[in-house]
Structure formats: structure tokens, C-alpha cells
């Protein structure tokens, strides 16, 4: 990207290895250049091999630990909803770490289809909106 030419978004397939330019994004910013750096400084020290795709799950997944850690350490309540379908279902280890982050096993769901999705989102809205501020 130059200061000539705007900056394009390229969503990357589900596997990083079939992405021809070498980029992945995600919510906390490239995790590959296209040039093949690493911008990985976000990343813990043990998650800075980012050249398979399991090892950008496993600092992924580490991140998310971290950011749970921190949000459940400031008294934030957490809550989860991992969509899984069947041709894009959520493996072992993602329903751990959805799990995990959540604040209790009641704050964790698990969405099969729109009717599930929507369900879990009523549930959080209930629980949400039964909470008051107070000094």
C-alpha cells in the first residue's frame, strides 16, 4: 500500500495456507504481511511462529486468554456464543475456550442454527437487563 493507492480489504479463506497473498486478518489486525513479515508484537513470546495455521490458532487462542483473563480480573462479566453449523462446526478445543471465557457455565452457549443464535442472545439480554448500576 502506497500513499497513491487505498488500502484494500481481502477477506482470507478459511485456511491460511490456500490465501495466495500470505494475509490474515482478523480482529486484532494482520497477523501475515503480504510482503511475508510478521507483525506479530501483539502476540505472547510462546505464540510468535505464526507459520502454520495451528500455530495462528494457538496465539489466537492465546490472546483470547489473555483478554478474558484481564476482562474477568476487572469484574467483567463474560458471556460466549460459539455459532457452529455442520459443514462449519466448532472443534474440541474452541468449545473449551469458549468455556473458559465465559464467566459461569450459564454464560456459555452453543448455536446450531438461527433458532439457537437467536435464543442465546435472548438469554444474555434477560440476564443483562436484570443487572442494575448502584454507588
Given amino acids: 500500500m502506497t500513499a497513491d493507492s487505498p488500502a484494500r480489504i ?3 479463506p478459511p485456511i491460511p495456507d490456500k490465501n495466495y497473498n500470505k494475509s490474515v486478518y482478523t480482529s486484532i489486525g494482520y497477523i501475515v504481511n503480504t510482503d511475508g513479515s510478521n507483525p506479530s508484537s501483539r502476540f505472547p513470546p510462546t ?9 495462528i ?10 483478554a478474558y483473563t484481564n476482562a474477568k480480573a ?18 474440541d478445543k474452541g468449545l473449551s475456550l469458549l468455556s473458559n471465557c465465559a464467566s459461569s457455565s450459564s454464560q456459555a452457549f452453543v448455536a ?16 443483562v437487563g436484570s443487572l442494575r448500576l448502584t454507588r
Fill in 112 to 127: 446450531n442454527d438461527a433458532n439457537t443464535l437467536i435464543s442465546a442472545f435472548n438469554q444474555i439480554a434477560k440476564s
Fill in 74 to 91: 476487572a469484574g467483567i462479566s463474560v458471556y460466549t456464543i460459539g455459532f457452529s453449523t455442520p459443514s462449519d462446526s466448532i472443534d
Fill in 10 to 12: 481481502q477477506h482470507a
Fill in 47 to 55: 505464540n510468535q511462529d505464526l507459520t502454520t495455521p495451528i500455530n
Fill in 57 to 66: 490458532r494457538n496465539a489466537l487462542d492465546a490472546l483470547t486468554t489473555q
